[in-house]
């Protein structure tokens, strides 16, 4: 891309792609996707009346769709259709990843923008209750990539630790969101005590709802800051996911964690797969979209509260020094086929 004619066209190409993700993001949010793969071929009029949405909006998004090539249009009839190889892609049901769901992120981060603009000229972040929908999008992605695979993938990387949550142990998730994790944990290792904390009371009140729905009598949230642990509590298992690298102070968080885990504890935490020098990261597949999102979220509710601002792209390198100077010893860090997004660091206190 060392010509100005490439480079031009470069720039087209991410203001095309920029405006199909919001589109991409509606089609979701909308269920427009999920209602044309239960149809044949359909005029605007038919998928706007099965979808229960204006028309005319409709015929405007299905332009965005076929000339960004997501959507096939047969002019001589007039009719839509979204192919069963890409709707695997785009659907919640019967996918192999959902990611118009993953393109909610580019709307929730854009509506901080001027806000952010602040920060850069003034300094400081942006607290968490700016980003709108920012609890619904993350339980949704993190439902795709960590609980829909915790129980056969993820929790089976821990030697041993099917058969501890089978005969029972006591559980900590820090960070909790919404709860899915606990409560999917919850409903399936029923001799072992789940808890969840979280500092979002809109997120605590949702997960308590779900427990109780899913009649998980086992499962307990509280809204709580990790750094408040209590450590005469001792937990045999602590996870965070995706969790540790938004805290204002990420070295006090792992040091509470450690210090609340039984002498045979383990740390299971899930974050970012990338590296902390930036050079290793320039051919990573996400790499713009990953420090994006650190940029816009990740850092700022950080600095926000005073914080050390590490960000989403703090790398391997950093966490495993980190937590090696908290105390943990034994740190392995593993990846998962299906996810290539996150790395898995298990790390034993003894």
């Known amino acids: ?36 793969t239960q149809l044949p071929p359909s005029t605007v ?56 769901a993953s393109m909610q992120w580019i709307p929730v981060l854009s509506q901080v923008e001027d806000e952010i603009v602040n920060c850069f000229n003034n300094g400081g972040g942006i607290s968490y209750s700016s980003y709108n929908r920012f609890h619904q999008v993350m339980a949704e992605e993190s439902y795709q990539t960590v609980v829909v695979a915790l129980i056969d ?43 969840g904390y979280d500092l979002s009371k809109e997120a605590i009140s949702g997960a308590t709802r779900d427990a109780q729905m899913m009649g998980n009598s086992n499962a307990f949230f509280k809204v709580r800051d990790i750094l408040g642990l209590n450590f ?18 990420p070295y006090s968080a792992l040091k509470s964690i450690y210090n609340s885990l039984d002498d045979k504890g383990i740390f299971l935490m899930q974050d970012i797969l990338a590296s902390t020098p930036l050079k290793d990261n320039i051919e990573h597949p996400l790499g713009p979209f990953l420090y994006t999102i650190s940029c816009l979220h990740c ?9 050390a601002g590490l960000g ?28 290539f997004q996150n790395y898995y660091y298990i790390a034993y206190k003894n």
């Open 1 to 36: 891309m060392n010509n100005s004619g490439n480079f031009s066209q470069y720039l087209t190409d991410i203001i095309n792609a920029g405006s199909l993700s919001l589109m991409l993001s509606i089609g979701h949010r909308t269920k427009i996707f999920d209602v044309m």
């Open 45 to 100: 009029h038919e998928i706007a009346s099965k979808s229960n949405l204006n028309e005319r909006y409709v015929k405007e998004w299905l332009g965005a769709m076929v000339t960004g090539r997501i959507i096939e249009y047969d002019s001589r009839s007039n009719k839509f259709s979204l192919s069963k190889e890409k709707a695997q892609y785009l659907t919640r049901e019967n996918c192999v990843y959902n990611f118009a």
């Open 153 to 195: 993938h993820i929790l089976p990387l821990v030697s041993n630790l099917v058969d501890k949550l089978n005969n029972g142990i006591n559980v900590l998730d820090i960070g909790c969101g919404k709860g899915r994790a606990v409560n999917v944990m919850a409903n399936h290792f029923k001799s072992s005590t789940f808890y």
């Open 232 to 249: 005469n509590e001792k937990y045999d298992l602590i996870t965070a996911f995706d969790a540790i690298h938004d805290q204002p102070d």
């Open 299 to 307: 850092v700022s509710v950080s600095l926000s509260q005073n914080g």
């Open 312 to 339: 989403a792209m703090w790398g391997k390198e950093k966490a495993v020094e980190m937590l090696n100077d908290v105390g943990f010893r034994n740190i392995e860090v593993k990846k998962l086929p299906h996810d």
